[in-house]
């Protein structure tokens, strides 16, 4: 017997971003999901109801006076495995936010108990705004993921936060929602830093020491923290992959500048310091003690020049050694020998709670989809990570640092 289909429901609102939702919808059928498309009457100026039909193949309506006999307005609700209004206008977000329910879509997110996804798209003056912002922490407190907007060319000639995010990376928010099952968003309300990639350490201005890390793993722990309700700042060093959708993405190329970008946004001026802070990054020990501002020439007869090096600050033992409250340092170690005990030695050395600890050599690890590790505790037995997923040994590490986080000091209402 073939397991039922996970039951989607997929909101649509009127903003222009709905076209690219046809995208996420695409790759929700193809994955094997049952997908309701339920728009609101006006997203439809933008996208018809054919479009959505055909992509979903189920019938489309946006009102509850359609097919009464049936009870839409409960009955996609109660039988959906996941609600994901993408995009979310202000609109819909005040909507949610006050319980209305004139039409299905809103009818649908007040009888759904399973969770419940928003993925805004606006003009940044309306996702600033402070009705929008409390609509959005309302739904927030009430266990509801509203990622955070892209940032980037909005319709129009104007930039900055409210893009729709990449659908492709909607699609992974979807399937690590769906992968936890309903389980609580044990990270709602909290901020996370992690930071993924390998720094660069210029030698001169086309050359640079560099490391093979693909940034795969740090940004494996950016989406299932996403999914898990935080907000997540990514730190990350020279990647070539999409932005995860509802993390704020900080550009850096070497050592010196993700210490400064890792710092900030662990503690960051006037803000409370992050919940936790989680190193992925390959972060070069070591670079180049003389930057030459012109490219280095062969010279004719002689031999290249030594290239002298300097240390590196270590980022993660300096999280480790400052004075924290209740914030939670995660460091990874590659290592190709005497992996344990190299190990617990690093963990000490670096004053990290929690270490994730894998063999790297030529096969492993580095630019793979999985990965294996033990994590070891400052305090507490280790934890076996068995080879899998990138994203299941990120979402271990999540529940060791959930386990470990203090409750908030103002608590947060309880989800539905
Ligand atoms: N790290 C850091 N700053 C550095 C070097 C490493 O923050 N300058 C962090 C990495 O992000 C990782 C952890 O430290 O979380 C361990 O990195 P690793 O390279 O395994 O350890 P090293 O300190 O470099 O030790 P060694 O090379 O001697 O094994």
């Known amino acids: 017997m073939t397991a039922p289909k996970p039951r989607v429901v997929l909101g649509v609102s009127a903003g222009i971003a709905a076209y690219k939702v046809c995208e996420l919808l695409r790759r929700l059928t193809e994955s094997g999901h049952d997908v309701h498309v339920v728009p609101t009457a006006d997203a439809l100026r933008f996208v018809g109801e054919p479009t959505w039909a055909a992509l979903s193949g189920n019938p489309v309506s946006t009102q509850v006076w359609d097919g009464v006999s049936e009870v839409p307005h409960v009955r996609l609700g109660q039988h959906a495995d996941l609600v994901f209004v993408a995009p ?17 879509l809103t009818n649908t997110l007040l009888t759904a108990r399973c969770p419940v996804v928003f ?4 003009h940044t003056e309306m996702w600033e705004h402070p009705a929008t912002q409390a609509n959005v922490a309302t739904l927030r407190a009430r266990g509801s993921i509203v990622v955070e907007p892209a940032s980037g060319r909005l319709t129009g000639k104007d930039t900055g936060p409210g893009r729709l995010p990449d659908p492709a990376e909607l699609f992974e928010v979807a399937r690590a929602v769906l992968a936890r099952g309903g389980v609580d968003h044990d990270l709602a309300g909290r901020h996370v830093v992690v930071s993924a990639g390998g720094t660069r350490e210029a030698l001169d201005p086309v050359r640079f020491l560099g490391n093979r890390s693909s940034g795969l793993q740090g940004y494996a722990l950016a989406r299932t923290a996403v999914a898990r309700g935080a907000r997540v700042t990514l730190v990350s060093a020279n990647v070539a992959l999409p932005d995860p959708a509802g993390a704020t993405v900080v550009r850096v ?10 710092l900030a946004a662990a503690r960051p001026a006037g803000a409370a310091e992050a919940d936790a802070v989680v190193m992925a990054a390959a972060v070069a020990d070591f670079r180049p003690a003389d930057y030459r501002d012109s490219k280095i020439k062969k010279s004719p007869g002689t031999g290249p020049e030594p290239i002298r090096l300097v240390q590196n600050p270590d980022i993660l033992a300096e999280l480790g050694a400052r004075p924290r409250g209740d914030q939670v340092v995660v460091g ?3 290592e190709t020998d005497d992996v344990l005990a190299n190990g617990r ?25 999985d990965n294996a590790a033990v994590v070891l505790a400052a305090e507490g037995p280790p934890t076996e990570i068995p080879r899998g997923p990138k994203e299941a040994l990120a979402d271990t590490v999540w529940d060791l640092v959930a386990a470990r986080l203090k409750p908030p000091a103002v608590p947060l209402p309880a989800t539905t």
């Not at 979310?88 to 299905?104: E, N, S």
């Open 88 to 104: 979310a206008t202000a609109d819909m977000l005040a909507r949610a936010a006050h319980g209305l329910a004139g039409d299905l």
């Open 119 to 122: 993925a805004p798209a606006m």
């Open 253 to 262: 190329e070497s050592a010196e500048q993700m210490r400064a970008a890792v």
């Open 332 to 334: 990874f170690a590659a």
């Open 345 to 369: 030695a690093k963990l000490a050395r670096k004053g990290a709670d929690l270490l994730v600890v894998n063999q790297v050599g030529a096969d492993l690890t580095f630019g793979r989809p």
